[in-house]
């Protein structure tokens, strides 16, 4: 079964995460193993002190290294195996979908819940990559830690019911957006739902929701419609379209 | 007291967030209030259904718009007013720090968090934005949820302890990256921490984080550098580090 170790010092922030949702029940139903370790649980003194102010001065704490090097050896001897190691970062290279996708095959992984001051830097040897999930500041690395397991599980094997899934499509796998859905009723508070989506003309339907997901590409990011349009990854339908918005 | 109310699927995955760390803090002390909204009690059949297939076909489930406009309505008449309305969206604009800075001016805030199958269009009359925390697909929108208030809530008056803070300098004010930090003890397991920095010499502390601060951001983001000699926002001594990385 894969599995997850994840190192921080605020375990209770993963509560919800462990038992609800998706998550939840691939945890419940073992498709996954995933163990929140408190990095205070490796400490040796009386107060259990995780940081220490950083050497050369400056603001902030930073994360001493013992208790993580001591938390990283209970893991590799636990799973009898070292792990592949993520340390979340907020200067790491940016997670993607490809990077979840790569992630996914992975046997055994331990994330390391950086904080914003600072890891001891040292603790890097231990550290496989460095991974921020976007360009913005948190109080934490452990938001980033779930961002990433929720990415990774939910494409492992038998994780997502086919409630749950929405199978890659020709849109998705070019990077184009998706297309307005409607659900019932056809009418609520004056707004209408689309003729089109009523008429249960499927061929219709479909040029439709091409139209509208190049059309709400092109508004965001004309540069892809551009680089596809080069790449000849588009049909002949689809080219139409394009020319047209 | 500025506020947050989201509406969920899983109002269970807020539980750590609600009491943990810097944020959990901030409610428990009254500095901003953050209300979860379970989307099931705003149905109003036995079963509480809350999606409905799409019209037109296809796979997934969509949200339906009555439970939406009807948490709405409440919300903004438990509150008195309408509230800044934010839909977590995978085609969203991607969420960075200058959007949090924006957000954490707002009085009132409402994040209705999507599925990845999608949200009834019509919800959109009442969105404001939509927001997407990366290019990464999630289980749902509620740790984008999460990630969208950890980077405002901190933001705000009185959030961040001295503890926690990094002051905003003239390195992160720029996009460069932070320098690596060391704290005790100067060697562990044969690893030393830099000279430099046990050397007490301000000076030269202060030179050598320079230096490794636009190394790393070289090495990760080259055009950075390149824009920010452009546009002669280095000091003389950065410059010549430039020039010499």
Redesign the interface.
Known sequence: MPSFDVLTV?P??????L?????GRAIKSGKVSVKIHNLRDFTTDKHRVV???????G????????PI?RAFDHICEERGKKPHVILTE??GE????E??VELSKKENILIICGR???????VK?IVDEEIS????????G??PG??IM??VI?LMPGVLG??????ADSFSDRGL??Y???????E??G?K?PK???SGH?KK?EL??KEKSIE?TYL?NSELIKKLLKEKRFSKEEERIVREV
């Open positions: 605020l209770g922030l993963f509560s919800g995460f038992t609800e949702g998706v998550i940081d220490d102010v950083p050497y050369g001065g603001p902030g704490m930073v994360l001493k290294p013992e090097f907020p200067w940016t997670f993607t979908q990077k979840a914003y001051e600072g890891v001891d830097e040292r040897a999930i976007g360009n913005y500041v948190l109080t934490g452990e938001l779930m961002v929720d990415a939910r086919c409630r749950d899934s929405l199978e957006m998706g307005p859905n409607y659900t019932r009723p056809a609520y508070r707004m739902v089109v989506l009523l499927h339907i439709w929701r709400r965001k």
